[in-house]
């Protein structure tokens, strides 16, 4: 059980470090997606039109899904929020998080000094996907222009933190 334990947590890392690669190379500036690292605290945030985006984290293959940039109405959304080498504490992690919205209308918070995470330290460089779900649909009546989302994610027992901003266009098609 211990080989295969080992194993896991090797292919976790590799997982960890080819996804970081691939989000970090695909970055578009001012996009759907951005990434900050505290030390080696690191948070990835992303708008995605793939609703299922967390539970591809609870299969064997390793998760693939792509930022959006724009949604027209009736299109539907989520907010992915994805953390590594938070600081356990007997064996657990616990990351916080505060997320506000904005569209052309103006902005509001959404969460304060929320839990994000509270769970089992699998190893350093595993990506752990927050538990706190946000997901949203463009209705008709939704004001044409940039519309995104601000995170500050904090661990909690290290006291690191990372502010991420995303932002996409909503409204009819381009």
């Known amino acids: 059980m211990m080989k295969c334990s080992f194993i896991f947590r090797v292919w976790f890392s590799i997982l960890a470090a080819l996804l970081c690669t691939a989000v970090a190379s695909a ?25 299922d985006w967390y539970d591809m984290f609870q299969r064997p293959e390793p998760p693939s899904f792509d930022a959006k940039q724009h949604f027209v109405p009736g299109e539907k959304g989520s907010l992915a929020i994805i953390f590594s080498n938070a600081e356990p504490r007997d064996g657990t992690v616990r990351v916080m998080c505060d997320i506000s919205t904005r569209n052309p209308e103006g902005s509001r918070q959404v969460a304060a000094d ?61």
């Open 27 to 51: 970055q578009p500036v001012g996009g759907g997606i951005d990434k900050a690292s505290d030390g080696p605290f690191t948070g990835l945030l992303l708008v995605t039109d793939n609703l």
């Open 114 to 174: 929320q839990v994000c995470y509270e769970g089992p330290f699998y190893g350093p460089n595993i990506l752990h996907p927050a538990l706190l779900e946000l997901k949203f649909e463009m209705g008709n009546e939704e004001p044409a222009g940039e519309a995104g989302f601000s995170v500050t994610l904090r661990d909690a027992h290290s006291g690191r933190s990372v502010d991420l901003d995303v932002s996409f266009t909503q409204g009819s098609a381009r």
